[in-house]
């Protein structure tokens, strides 16, 4: 018998505050995976949630955080895996109108109550948004139609790192699944369903400088500044090495061979973006992010081409030497630099 | 009758513990002035010893910190000027073994018993030590042998801007002084006496570059830094602009004009040096910086003369983005840097 959707919605309308309250309580978890705050906790209660659900669920312990990992037979011929990540990025941003970990209901004109808080978005709310589907249809007396293979994993925000160990362990149960899938929001401010194409991989890395690692400049503690007379720096040397590594603009990677062997939008690729364009509202999209203009003044397809199909070349975080209030004459001896490369198909490190 | 300095100096020995109390009470005393901490409380501090040694003195105020203005009527023929200064640096670097602001007595290998605290030198140690040396004149029952101008500002960590305020207002005053003294200990680390020629001048700056004034890049906050691939970053134009504005290894500045009306080296200069040479013991003060090598490996005059007679270019300080632990992938809207520019006689702002 085919799932009644109208059941469905019909309950989620009548017991919005209930689902409303579940996924407060996932918000207000802290499980920030940067810091290692609140990791654990959140991951026995995503366990509460998939063992309630009907699901044989257990932590499944890596190197790094553990991934809840949980089987629900819904006695359906197809199984199909569910991906979802329990940690959040860190709350440091400034600017946030409520407590990023409080679960607030506020008023954001124009799209009225919204849930604000850290994990509401990517990914949070999506998991606890898919989870409070599942129960409604359990509620309506209905079976889910596809037996479902939970992984919620800790440490998407750090690049995943430890997920593979699970995989290796696990890999025979996942292959029995036919696909994949990912519960994540994708509209923009106007409501429209955004599409996109492919995935890229990451490398995220640090370059760090100081005087001991040199052989010039100060080795264990910034010193006076007015010795850069007479004693090299650290900032400057890595300032220099880093403008070698792209264009003035910033955008033109220059480093040797970077974009040698990724890949080029193929023909496929070439006649979907017609149709992704349909789906892509570019002014909003940069209202969004409050950015006047991308790269180039690009619209359109032109634009979904760099976001698509280009590597990139970041700068996440740069830190060295005083940067109080007022004023302190120092010559740092160390400087700190978060990057990351974003990779399309074919690049390797080893490139 | 001329100054029996014996006797001063076996005051000086037998009273110890309480001259040594004194430099601890005004260590204790902080006095951030970047940090606007404590500064206040300090000058009213000062105040106290100056009336204390029986000077005329009292609180001038400017638009920043007050100056401490003292005169010590010795009736005397001449007068000096002794300028000092009560503020003192930030406590932020890691690596401190005692509480910076606890006037810690501790053993410091090798030099025996040491008072360490932030300000004990450069320059409350100095300032206190110099008030101990008056008390301990007149506790002989000796004329101090000069007038004594004080001159005892609090925003020489700030670039003095005030000073000049001060200096306008007491101008006639101070031009019946013969000379200035700042009270300044100057000994390397085997406790050889040094001797540097020549002040500098200094151009305190931040340079920051956001979205918002550059017209591309994220305006208000920094977004996903998989959004590198279609937004400009002003991390990496901040980086490019910098890199124009020295060699390759950060030494050389490359501004147009910087070096233009630089004073070089005159004959007197260049007589000198050979005698400061002899006060100069080049291993012992790279030592003390944790230093391995000068620029350019240079030593003996060539180090003296890059030290005492070249402008500089220097990063005191560089922020932006995400610098805390692990990773968050990130865009920054934003980054800002401290610079200074040292500057050498016939150097010029508007040049």
Known sequence: MPLDRGKVFTHIDKNLPQHIAKLQELVRQPSISPE??????????????????????SLEETSGNPVVY???????????????????????????????LAGTLTDVPPFGRCLVARGAFNT???????????????????????????????????????LPEFIS??????????????????????????MYLGVKGIVFFELELDGATWGKGP???????????????????????LATMTGPDGNKVTIQDFYR???????????????????????AVREEMKVDRFIGDSHGIEA??????????????????YTGPETKTLLPHKITVKMDVRLVPNMRRTT
């Open 261 to 283: 062997h990724a890949q080029v939008p193929n023909k496929e690729d070439r006649e979907l973006l017609p149709k992704l364009e349909k789906t892509f509202n570019d002014a």
């Open 124 to 162: 949070k709310g999506e998991l606890r948004g898919f989870l409070n589907a599942c129960e409604s249809i359990k509620a309506t007396r209905q079976k889910i139609p596809v037996n479902l293979l939970f992984v919620v994993e800790g440490e998407e925000e750090l690049g995943s790192r430890h």
């Open 36 to 57: 290692n705050k609140g990791v654990r906790d959140c991951a026995s209660l995503i366990l509460s949630y998939l063992t309630g659900l009907g699901a044989k669920a």
């Open 219 to 241: 080795k264990e503690f910034g010193i006076h500044g007015s010795n850069k007379a007479w004693v090299d720096s650290p900032v400057w040397r890595m300032i220099q090495a």
């Open 304 to 321: 979904l081409k760099k976001y698509l199909f280009e590597p990139t070349l970041n700068i996440n975080g740069i830190a060295s030497g």
């Open 70 to 100: 949980g089987n629900y037979d819904a006695g359906a011929d197809k199984t199909i895996v569910v991906y979802m990540m329990y940690d959040t990025m860190p709350v440091d941003e400034p600017g946030w109108r409520v407590d990023p």
């Open 169 to 194: 362990k696990h890999e025979k149960e996942l292959q029995g699944a036919k696909a994949v899938f990912f519960p994540f929001c994708s509209q923009d401010r106007t409501g429209k369903v955004v």
